[in-house]
């Protein structure tokens, strides 16, 4: 089988990262009752908003999935794709700020050696994709139901994404909402794996314990509705319940998260913006350094 073919890869790469003092020990990230109990505070950094190392090489780099499913003209990330705002689509979403915002938070709080620098992006179909354990990716599409700016998996695409989750690779979807995009989401997983069932998770899996104790899917807001300009949605809204989706593979590892009613790239982009609730920025940290603690651990 080809999970059984390609897994040691990455198993290789797991044990340099510990032989490097990366990650955590195992003993703590891999049970409920030894979790951390820290407590977090996103706004506790604002003060060290610049690492001063921000400029030095890493060994963890942080990559942002583009899928070729975005429309023509030039991108601001120098390639060709217009889309939303002049930009390369919905692929980069709050990018880099995000990530830049994020990897302060994984350098403060954990072992793993990042800095506000340490990312990029990738075509799915890239090589280089096999090089790196984490995959982040937006998935909503707007027009919601529609196949313009969101993810529209392509063969290559779906082959390249299934080889990176057999080598032991860990996916992480974002940012979409409502019916209309969870039935969208729906259509790619069934084109991903169509042999897997699409699982929902409670807070009582290990995912949510192997760093901070997660007791509760938070709804973090995208900026939209905390800045209160897009009609129809608001702060907790009932209407919108979070929660985690997943698909295992034969041994129960989680090989793919997606947040549904959720916005961490606005949660992490926004953490210096005065106006974005704090709470919701640090549910937005919690949740995904466990997603990439739990990746490095399995």
């Given at each position: 089988m080809l999970i059984e073919r390609v897994r040691p890869t990455l198993l290789a790469v797991?044990?340099?990262?510990i032989l490097c003092g990366l990650a955590l020990p195992l003993a703590q990230a891999q049970s409920q009752s030894n979790a951390i109990p820290l407590d977090f505070d996103a706004e506790s950094f604002l003060n060290n908003r610049v690492d001063a190392q921000s400029e030095m090489p890493t060994?963890?780099?942080?990559?942002?999935?583009?899928?070729?499913?975005?429309g023509g003209g030039r991108s601001r990330r120098g390639g060709f794709g217009g889309?939303?705002?002049?930009?390369?689509?919905?692929?980069?979403?709050?990018?880099?700020?995000?990530?830049?915002?994020?990897?302060?938070?994984?350098?403060?709080?954990?072992?793993?050696?990042?800095?506000?620098?340490?990312?990029?992006?990738?075509?799915?179909?890239?090589?280089?994709?096999?090089?790196?354990?984490?995959?982040y990716m937006n998935m909503k599409r707007v027009p919601i139901g529609q196949l313009h700016s969101g993810p529209d998996?392509?063969?290559?695409?779906?082959?390249?994404?299934?080889?990176?989750?057999?080598?032991?690779?860990?996916?992480?979807?974002?940012?979409?909402?409502?019916?209309?995009?969870?039935?969208?989401?729906?259509?790619?997983?069934?084109?991903?794996?169509?042999?897997?069932?699409?699982?929902?998770?409670?807070?009582?899996?290990?995912?949510?314990?192997?760093?901070?104790?997660?007791?509760?899917?938070?709804?973090?807001?995208?900026?939209?509705?905390?800045?209160?300009?897009?009609?129809?949605?608001?702060?907790?809204d009932p209407s919108y319940p979070p929660s985690v989706y997943a698909i295992l593979d034969d041994d129960g590892r989680v090989m793919l998260?997606?947040?549904?009613?959720?916005d961490l790239g606005d949660g992490w982009e926004h953490t210096f913006y005065e106006p974005y609730p704090t709470r919701y920025s640090n549910e937005a940290y919690k949740i995904a350094i466990n997603f990439l603690i739990y990746a490095f651990t399995h």
């Amino acid at each position: 089988m080809l999970i059984e073919r390609v897994r040691p890869t990455l198993l290789a790469v797991f044990s340099s990262l510990i032989l490097c003092g990366l990650a955590l020990p195992l003993a703590q990230a891999q049970s409920q009752s030894n979790a951390i109990p820290l407590d977090f505070d996103a706004e506790s950094f604002l003060n060290n908003r610049v690492d001063a190392q921000s400029e030095m090489p890493t060994e963890f780099t942080w990559i942002r999935g583009r899928y070729a499913n975005y429309g023509g003209g030039r991108s601001r990330r120098g390639g060709f794709g217009g889309g939303f705002g002049g930009r390369g689509g919905w692929w980069d979403t709050d990018y880099p700020d995000a990530e830049s915002n994020f990897l302060r938070g994984v350098q403060r709080y954990t072992n793993i050696d990042a800095n506000s620098k340490s990312y990029d992006f990738l075509d799915l179909t890239d090589p280089r994709l096999f090089e790196h354990s984490f995959l982040y990716m937006n998935m909503k599409r707007v027009p919601i139901g529609q196949l313009h700016s969101g993810p529209d998996f392509q063969p290559a695409e779906i082959e390249a994404l299934r080889e990176f989750m057999f080598r032991g690779g860990f996916v992480l979807l974002d940012d979409f909402w409502g019916e209309a995009h969870l039935q969208d989401f729906q259509t790619e997983m069934a084109k991903l794996f169509p042999e897997r069932e699409l699982v929902k998770l409670d807070t009582r899996h290990e995912l949510f314990h192997t760093f901070f104790d997660i007791n509760e899917v938070a709804q973090i807001p995208g900026r939209a509705v905390t800045w209160n300009y897009n009609g129809g949605f608001s702060l907790d809204d009932p209407s919108y319940p979070p929660s985690v989706y997943a698909i295992l593979d034969d041994d129960g590892r989680v090989m793919l998260v997606a947040n549904h009613n959720a916005d961490l790239g606005d949660g992490w982009e926004h953490t210096f913006y005065e106006p974005y609730p704090t709470r919701y920025s640090n549910e937005a940290y919690k949740i995904a350094i466990n997603f990439l603690i739990y990746a490095f651990t399995h």
